[in-house]
């Protein structure tokens, strides 16, 4: 991803948090933890914890490689490695490939592995998060050209975490979207499906007439709590979203 599309991390929660960040070959993490709870140690053990958490999912995809690809939902290997499971899984609820999950299972397993170390944690993954929080925080939708983007937040309550919260942009990141939506996220308790979904449903929003019929879809969807779709000046949301104007 750009630099330039990082500026977002800048909108990091201050006081009681403090964040650094982590690189390990395709994944690069944006970290934020209690300040209590960090230590001059930290950011080689996370790294350490991203190289064990990719390894197996490497390995795998080094001998399905053609997963590495897929775009629609895939059978499940008994013999797969628990993370691409899960990946799987995720993704044939969306109805989409089991890579359309890789960021937000990676962003919730690192996130796992500092809760035991932190008691608040937010990890962000090219714009994919998974958060623990015991006071509320709120997380700002960059919807890339509409006239809302960084205008808009997702207020989260301490109760509705851990959680991940995933977007889809065809105007901002990296993310492989075949629809138009300048936003397209989605919450759930697993930061695995939420990727997943968003995927799907940036795919299924060509235009604002989408809209409807794209919240429909994720209204159906086991598991998921909540989405958000932003096109140009319009926006579409479902579930357990407590929209807020950014910076109150």
Do not use: H
Request: net charge negative; charged share 20%.
């Amino acid at each position: 991803m750009n630099s330039s599309l990082r500026l977002y991390r800048r909108e990091a929660p201050g006081g009681r948090f403090i964040s650094f960040t982590v690189k390990v070959k395709e994944t690069d993490l944006w970290i934020a933890i209690n300040q209590r709870s960090y230590s001059e140690d930290l950011v080689s053990a996370t790294e350490k914890a991203v190289f064990k958490i990719r390894r197996p999912l490497e390995q795998y995809l080094a001998s399905n490689p053609y997963l590495q690809s897929a775009l629609e939902p895939c059978l499940i290997d008994p013999d797969a490695p628990p993370i691409f499971l899960e990946m799987v899984r995720a993704a044939n609820k969306a109805g989409v490939g089991p890579m359309a999950a890789v960021a937000g299972v990676v962003a919730e397993k690192v996130g796992l592995f500092l809760l035991e170390i932190a008691e608040e944690v937010i990890v962000e993954n090219g714009g994919d998060l998974f958060l623990k929080v015991n006071e509320p925080v709120s997380v700002g939708i960059f919807a890339g050209a509409s006239v809302l983007s960084g205008k808009l937040a997702l207020q989260i309550e301490p109760g509705q975490t851990p959680i991940g919260i995933c977007t889809s942009s065809s105007t901002v990141g990296p993310s492989l979207s075949f629809g138009r939506a300048d936003a397209a996220t989605a919450v759930a308790p697993s930061a695995a499906l939420a990727d997943a979904v968003a995927t799907a449903l940036g795919n299924r929003v060509s235009g604002e007439e989408d809209l409807q019929q794209a919240i429909t879809f994720a209204r159906e969807i086991d598991g998921l709590t909540g989405a958000l779709l932003i096109i140009g000046d319009k926006i579409a949301a479902w579930g357990d979203i407590n929209l807020q104007p950014l910076g109150n």
